[in-house]
């Protein structure tokens, strides 16, 4: 196969000329073995069987009785062998190398131009691959199904990022939609569909996040303590009057959110993975009192948006792309964590694509400054929950996070008899300042 031709005068630029290494992703009873340093981080080998999951759901309502089945949700068919293709592009008089696999998206495509050229997807027309116009529509296909050959040629006409109208970053918009991925034991009714977590191109993704993306850690991780991985927006604070300074930020928390990550912090070291630029990120958690302000629990690091990437699923007979957070960009770095001790809290359960055992959905809090946010006490259920199962279970991946609220009502009936709108060991529905409810005092941050 011929390889692209050497950069010249800054001019061109080339991919490296090998193919990147795509590691051997184990079946889900594998996930079970224990990790260690030599061996590749793992994630889930689940269905790729998709379920709509309504955004809101009853206070105490079982997940399995709020989602209503779906037809199979599979990746794009995988090309009969994968090849890989040396294409060259031109723009604004210059041209460009590019290398992608037949595995690969269109999506792909476009996010290595994006690198070289600044010009975001949404933007790019490119002109030569096919008949006419390859529009975004196109952006889940592979492709393999393109019909190109090695040595392609193309056009690309689009308006670098930094010359467009920049709007004020922020939390995601307010999704109407939510797809979640089955962690076991159901039937397909697609045998070629691959799950996510085996898809070559998403374990390549994986791979480039692993390598380019550093940790930077505000406060170690500490021995044998879980992983807990929390999303910030609309999981643990309404940021959207949070963003517009329409509420004091305290008010824009979840109700019992400091007493909530208070009573967890013996037993979990904690993350906050957003899908929001960092340094939104770290602002947001301050004013909030997540970070600093002599908390008595500690952050032990944020991830944001960079460290995510874009799947590509069928659903309905329509290809729709949603963003993904893959546990195994932690579990790479500090290899004691894996699904065995992992634990990811999202109001998006379509987050947990890669990881469906290692997540849990709670309710979207989206209610702040109403008397209905107000009596909001997922936080508090949420809470005995994590504490019970580090107490007693050796090994997550034997549990069904979708089964949390029956779980934490069998062990803790008492809780659940109590007024609405209180919970045990509180006078209110903020955060008290004290010990948690219903729990010992933790101990303050080592």
């Given at each position: ?10 001019q061109r630029t080339t991919e490296p000329s090998t193919p990147p290494t795509v590691a051997a992703m184990p079946s889900v009873t594998e996930t079970s073995t224990a990790a260690s340093p030599s061996a590749p981080p793992t994630t889930d080998a689940v269905s790729p069987t998709a379920l709509v ?394």
């Open positions: 196969m011929a390889q692209p031709p050497p950069a010249a005068d800054g999951v309504p955004d809101t759901e009853a206070e105490d309502a079982s997940p399995e009785t709020t989602m209503v089945d779906l037809p199979t949700a599979a990746a794009p068919p995988l090309p009969s062998a994968e090849e890989w293709l040396n294409m060259t592009f031109k723009w604004s008089g210059k041209a460009y190398d590019v290398r992608v696999s037949t595995s690969d998206l269109v999506f792909d495509l476009r996010s290595q131009i994006e690198s070289l050229t600044s010009v975001p997807p949404d933007a790019q027309k490119i002109l030569g691959l096919g008949r006419g116009k390859l529009s975004t529509d196109s952006d889940g296909q592979r492709i393999g199904t393109l019909g190109l050959k090695d040595g392609a040629k193309f056009t690309l006409v689009g308006t670098p990022e930094h010359l467009r109208f920049k709007e004020r970053e922020g939390p995601p918009p307010l999704d109407e939609w939510d797809l979640a991925y089955p962690t076991r034991g159901r039937d397909l009714g697609a045998s070629n569909a691959l799950p996510p977590a085996l898809d070559p191109r998403n374990v390549r993704r994986v791979e480039q996040i692993i390598r380019k993306r550093e940790i930077t850690v505000m406060n170690e991780p500490r021995p044998g303590k879980r992983l807990l991985v929390l999303d910030l927006d609309y999981t643990i604070a309404d940021t959207r009057p949070l963003l517009d300074g329409a509420l004091p930020p305290l008010e824009c928390a979840r109700p019992g959110l400091n007493d909530f990550l208070h009573r967890v912090y013996p037993h979990y070291d904690i993350v906050v993975w957003s899908q929001t630029h960092w340094m939104w990120l770290e602002s947001k958690l301050v004013e909030l009192g997540v970070l600093g302000g002599g908390a008595r629990y500690q952050i032990c690091f944020v991830a944001d948006r960079t460290s995510m990437f874009p799947i590509f699923s069928e659903r309905g007979g329509q290809m729709v792309k949603h963003e993904v957070k893959p546990l195994a960009y932690f579990w790479a770095r500090f290899p004691h964590w894996s699904s065995k001790n992992t634990i990811h809290i999202d109001d998006l359960a379509r987050n947990f694509a890669l990881n469906p055992s290692s997540g849990l959905k709670i309710r979207a809090f989206k209610t702040a400054g109403t008397a209905e946010g107000r009596r909001d006490r997922e936080l508090y259920r949420l809470g005995d929950y994590l504490v019970e199962i580090a107490q007693n279970v050796d090994d997550f991946t034997t549990l069904d996070h979708a089964q949390w609220k029956k779980r934490r009502s069998a062990m803790m009936p008492r809780m659940d008899d109590e007024p609405a709108g209180q919970e045990p060991g509180s006078s209110s529905g903020g955060d008290s300042g004290g010990g948690p409810p219903g729990g010992p005092e933790a101990p303050a941050p080592q």
